[in-house]
């Protein structure tokens, strides 16, 4: 009776130790399933953001070139309206002072909208890292979980066969 309560309750050990795995593993998974889920749902809005500001920044660009544009159609009204005529001279100083005006601006403009974008594609860049990281961690958690049963499992029939050896032989 002894030699089957012992070789029963190693294994009832056993078996639990591999359940309780199981379920360690199942809920790690489903914890780097949901935190991996939650990365795509942020890198979707964090893309989006990046397509706004570089959409935002055109726009930016365009309103600017529009009012360059004023400014200079402005300009030759006055030169046409002050009955200079023909003299340019005006113009030729102004020109090019606001057409390199504009440069800076839409440079410094694209700059700008280029760091946000790249900052925006490095948090990117760390959130797949982090849900590689999570799938990983999830598969160590696992492997340690089923490790440690098997090791139990191991360790309680070496001391049901020491038990067996040592009490159950007459």
């Not at 500001?53 to 726009?59: M, S, Y």
């Not at 102004?94 to 909208?113: I, K, M, T």
């Not at 191991?154 to 001391?159: F, N, Y």
Request: aromatic content about 6%; glycine content about 8%.
């Amino acid at each position: 009776m002894c030699v089957t309560a012992t070789i029963a309750s190693t294994l009832i050990s056993a078996v639990g130790g591999f359940v309780q795995a199981g379920q360690a593993a199942a809920a790690a998974e489903s914890q780097a399933a949901w935190r991996n889920y939650q990365i795509e749902v942020q890198n979707r809005q964090l893309a989006e953001d990046a397509e706004l500001t570089r959409i935002q920044a055109l726009e930016v660009e365009n309103q600017r070139r529009e009012k360059n544009r004023k400014l200079m159609a402005a300009n030759e009204a006055f030169l046409a309206g002050s009955g200079v005529g023909e003299s340019r001279s005006f113009l030729q100083g102004v020109v090019p002072a606001e057409e390199a005006g504009l440069r800076r601006d839409v440079a410094a403009l694209r700059l700008q909208s280029a760091t946000q974008i790249n900052r925006i594609a490095d948090q990117i860049a760390v959130n797949k890292a982090e849900g590689q990281f999570a799938r990983a961690s999830a598969s160590m958690t696992a492997s340690n979980a089923f490790t440690n049963a098997a090791f139990n499992a191991a360790g309680s029939i070496a001391k049901g066969v020491y038990t067996y050896d040592r009490y159950g032989k007459k």
